[in-house]
């Protein structure tokens, strides 16, 4: 007997739901002409456009932060080059996973194909890893473009980076994550929800970071609501994205870079950003205390001697009231470094009498400045003829101090600034005094 289902059509299988493609998947672009914000590197007579339109393409150092376009940049390359693009991480790879990439490369190599081997977080492998690329390199195994968001300069081998060009990428700006936002409008087929101000609070958050600006873009585009939102309700459902800050990379030198130089300019405006900017990285309050105080030391110096005791008192104010209350204490005193008058001569006169102890280093001082606690000392002329100066009418002897016979350097040049000007009337007091004497 025949089963009444048997003669019923067999049923479609069901289909698999697709699966998510994140909207910075969806919209990455396609060619090296659609990336956004790297037009000074990609541009004709940008080191990458000149390479590609010579066809002369050669291993690379992609250096920028986060979400700035740098695998990207390598996946396009290895298609307008006809290389098979290879991606891997330093954080999960090691040499067994190198020579197996090695290996495949050399195969292709044989077959007539090339392949550009893209590796994020170069600066993570350590210095016998990165060695390992560079016979690869030479014979054309491969095209090496490693990526990475530290300094090459200190974390990449010489002999790497003697084999690759570094290529410096920018973070994006604000024009450029607006055109960002609008091409994944174009894709989505609607506009942000948001008001004007709330769409450049939006472009804020992402802090020139392209994917971080396009995920904030898609949870914005999840959420159902029946009029665009205002910057203090888009504040409600977002959270800021961290500051970009390594306190022992790249971002921590450049931005006590920028608060020195700033202090330096007497900007105090400037001055106290770039300080709250690594405390909002996280940057130690006490190690910001000591870099203030050498500011002190070194760019104002005796133009305001007080200075230094500013810093001070910062520095055991906060150690004393703790954060916030002690932070404030470092702005005050980074407001009052960049306002005070400035000088460098004390530092350039140490500098320079180190400079002149290392070439005359063997010069005894002369005898009449010498003690004679002894006999012996006291026949060999030692003390002999010395001048104390408090018996001087006007307190000034006019002796010389330096080695018998050294022509007398002039280390120290005060500036016509702050308690320095007062300096230099008393220095070129004694100097005259001394010239009259014929000292």
């Known amino acids: 007997m025949t089963d009444l289902f048997d003669s019923l059509p067999e049923a479609p299988p069901p289909t698999a739901p697709q699966a998510h493609r994140p909207l910075a998947d969806r919209i990455r672009p396609t060619a090296l002409s659609e990336v956004i914000g790297q037009e000074h ?36 390359l290895a298609h307008e080059g006809g290389r098979s693009f290879v991606q891997i991480s330093a954080i999960f790879s090691g040499v067994p996973e190198l020579r197996k ?81 609008q091409r994944a409008e174009r ?36 959420w159902q609501v029946a009029a665009p939102l205002d910057t203090e309700e888009l504040g409600r459902r977002l959270m800021r994205r961290a500051p970009l800050y390594d306190k022992s990379g790249d971002g921590h030198f450049n931005l006590i870079s920028a608060l020195h130089k700033a202090v330096r300019g007497s900007d105090p405006d400037a001055a106290v950003y770039w300080l709250a900017r690594m405390l909002d990285g996280g940057e130690d309050p006490r190690y910001l205390a000591r870099r203030i105080t050498r500011m002190a ?77 002894t006999r012996l000392m006291k026949e060999q002329g030692y003390g002999a003829g010395y001048a ?8 000034f002897s006019g002796q010389n101090y330096f080695p018998d016979g050294m022509k007398r350097p002039i280390f120290y ?13 008393r220095l070129d007091w004694f100097v005259a005094q001394r010239r009259r004497r014929g000292g």
Request: hydrophobic share 45%.
């Open 297 to 373: 030391i070194e760019d104002i110096g005796l133009a305001d001697p007080a200075a230094q005791r500013h810093c001070l008192d910062a520095w055991a104010l906060y150690e004393r009231l703790g954060s916030p209350e002690g932070e404030l204490a470092l702005a005050q005193a980074v407001i009052y470094l960049a306002l005070a008058p400035k000088s460098n001569a004390g530092y350039m006169a140490y500098k320079a009498a180190r400079a002149e102890a290392k070439r005359t280093g063997s010069l005894a001082p002369p005898a009449h400045i010498l003690n004679a606690p």
């Open 413 to 425: 040049h005060p500036v016509e600034r702050g308690h320095e000007r007062e300096l230099k009337k």
């Open 388 to 395: 104390y100066d408090h018996d001087a009418e006007d307190g």
């Open 101 to 181: 990439v090695f290996d495949a490369a050399a195969l292709r190599r044989r077959q007539g194909q090339g392949t550009l081997l893209f590796v994020d977080e170069i600066h993570r492998f350590n210095r016998a890893q990165q060695d390992s690329f560079l016979p690869h390199m030479e014979d054309g195994t491969i095209l090496l473009v490693g990526a990475t968001t530290e300094n090459p300069s200190f974390e990449l081998n010489a002999a790497l980076l003697s084999r690759a060009q570094v290529i410096v990428l920018n973070r994006l700006t604000l024009a450029d994550l607006e055109r960002l936002v």
């Open 187 to 222: 894709e989505l087929g609607r506009a942000l929800p948001l008001s004007g101000p709330a769409r450049e609070a939006l472009l804020d958050m992402a802090d020139g970071d392209g994917r971080a600006c396009l995920n904030l873009v898609e949870q914005v585009m999840a």
């Open 41 to 76: 590197v990609l541009g004709p007579t940008g080191p990458l456009g000149a390479m590609l339109a010579a066809g002369s393409l050669g291993s690379l150092i992609l250096w920028g932060p986060p979400g700035v376009g740098k695998t990207t940049i390598a996946r396009l």
